[in-house]
């Protein structure tokens, strides 16, 4: 490592962890990975990095974003963000700039409505938890855990008929907590339509943060000619970068459960 990278690097840290305090964790000293825990009106985005040798001499950090509350395209929207904070800073430390810029970020989001009270100290946010315990949907099948390095990958699989079940199945998961907090929740299906013309396939995937893998997904299921086939695959990151490891572990994940689920065609 250059030592003017290794210096600007331990100076770095120093000041983050003197700035942020409790809110700062070093992951790995050995793998230089850490994490910074953002919280501005009741919700918060954790901020993983692992600075490599060329940084901030020659290359950025490298990051990832736990937002599980946060929809995809404000989650591209802060991934934009942060790219065009190390354009206009290179050479520099950056990380001290990427944390404000998401709290800049989350300070414009409305803070949560306090739920209101209809009945029996019942409130409405629990009747609408009680309504969703009664969604109908395909069963679905979890597939083996597979760790790596503290990152925890899982699949999902049901056999659906409609975009309709598509959006049960997840609605269903994400009633799980340890889903629902996943940092990366990825999907693909492919359902085969029946038509007076004969039959068409409709497909759709969704990367939810990590980018390529849902497509990737999908094309391992084109690859195995899969038909009427949902696959979920929950990723919990555990701070250290995997690099193209994760899409092997994912599409492990993804093959995995549909044997498991029984969908796997011959």
């Known amino acids: 490592m250059d030592s003017d ?25 050995s793998n230089r990975s850490y994490n910074i825990k953002i919280k501005e009106n009741d919700r918060e985005v954790i901020l993983y990095v692992t600075m490599p040798p060329d940084y901030p001499g020659q290359a950025p950090p490298k990051y990832e974003l736990s937002a599980p509350w946060m929809d995809r395209r404000e989650k591209e ?34 803070p949560k409505e306090t739920p209101k009270k209809i009945s029996n100290n019942i409130t409405v946010d629990e009747v609408l938890d009680l309504a969703s315990l009664e969604i109908n949907c395909p069963e679905i099948t979890h597939g083996e855990v597979i760790v790596d390095r503290k990152s925890s990958f899982q699949g999902h699989a049901a056999e659906v008929h409609s975009v309709d079940d598509v959006n049960a199945v997840l609605a269903k998961l ?90 796997l065609k011959k």
């Open 77 to 110: 929207k802060l991934h934009i963000s942060l790219d065009e904070v190390y354009l206009e800073n290179i050479g520099e430390t950056v990380i001290y700039q990427w944390v404000e810029k998401i709290r800049e970020t989350l300070q414009k989001i409305k």
């Open 174 to 263: 994400k009633q799980n907590k340890k889903i629902l907090n996943a940092t990366h929740n990825m999907y693909a299906y492919r359902i085969e339509r029946k038509t007076e013309k004969g039959t068409s396939m409709l497909q759709d995937c969704d990367d939810d943060g990590e980018t390529h893998a849902g497509g990737r997904m999908l094309h391992l299921l084109q690859i195995l000619d899969q038909k009427n086939t949902l696959v979920v695959v929950s990723r919990w990151y555990g701070g250290i970068q995997l690099g193209p490891d994760r899409f092997r572990h994912i599409n492990n994940a993804t093959r995995q459960v549909i044997q498991q689920a029984g969908l």
């Open 5 to 29: 990278n290794l210096t600007k690097q331990i100076e770095e840290v120093e000041a983050l962890s003197s700035i942020y305090g409790e809110d700062w964790t070093t992951e790995s000293e």
